[in-house]
């Protein structure tokens, strides 16, 4: 398959999907079905990487926005946010397109362009969740 879903750590809190060049929109769903069942593997809060760097994108582009809006709605629950790496200029004016009209689907999605830029926005969030988590002083 194009399309690998993996942990990218140990501890099994960041979720790592990787396309390739040739990917298809059926890779893209049987790895939507993956990646739901990896994150059901755990509780606790997990962030995702998608790395597209390279991959490029397969033809029938929009006809497949209203399903992938449809999916982000439908993520996880215990998916905190995903960060999307490398998508390129093209990519990313589209996505900036979709992002305006399915803001709900989208608005727990950043982008990046490298995965390297992906890991301290992940732990700027997790101790940002830590903080808050923690007890009040007595």
């Given at each position: 398959m194009?399309?690998?879903?993996?942990?990218f750590?140990?501890?099994?809190s960041?979720?790592?999907?990787h396309?390739?060049?040739?990917?298809?929109?059926?890779?893209?769903?049987?790895?939507?079905e993956?990646?739901n069942?990896l994150?059901?593997?755990v509780?606790?809060?997990?962030?995702?990487?998608?790395?597209?760097?390279?991959?490029?994108?397969p033809?029938?582009f929009?006809?497949e926005?209203?399903?992938?809006a449809?999916?982000?709605?439908?993520?996880?629950?215990?998916?905190?946010?995903?960060?999307?790496?490398?998508?390129?200029?093209?990519?990313?004016?589209?996505?900036n397109?979709?992002?305006?009209?399915y803001?709900?689907a989208?608005a727990?999605?950043?982008?990046?362009?490298?995965?390297?830029?992906?890991?301290?926005?992940?732990?700027?969030?997790?101790?940002?969740?830590?903080?808050?988590?923690?007890?009040?002083?007595?």
């Amino acid at each position: 398959m194009a399309i690998s879903v993996t942990w990218f750590d140990e501890k099994q809190s960041i979720a790592y999907i990787h396309l390739t060049p040739g990917w298809t929109w059926g890779d893209f769903w049987m790895m939507n079905e993956s990646f739901n069942e990896l994150a059901s593997t755990v509780v606790h809060p997990i962030y995702l990487i998608v790395d597209m760097t390279g991959a490029g994108m397969p033809s029938q582009f929009v006809p497949e926005l209203s399903k992938i809006a449809s999916i982000s709605e439908e993520r996880p629950t215990n998916l905190q946010f995903t960060v999307v790496v490398g998508v390129g200029v093209m990519l990313e004016t589209v996505t900036n397109i979709f992002s305006r009209l399915y803001k709900r689907a989208t608005a727990h999605v950043r982008f990046v362009s490298t995965v390297n830029e992906a890991l301290p926005l992940i732990e700027s969030h997790r101790q940002t969740l830590l903080s808050s988590d923690s007890p009040d002083p007595i």
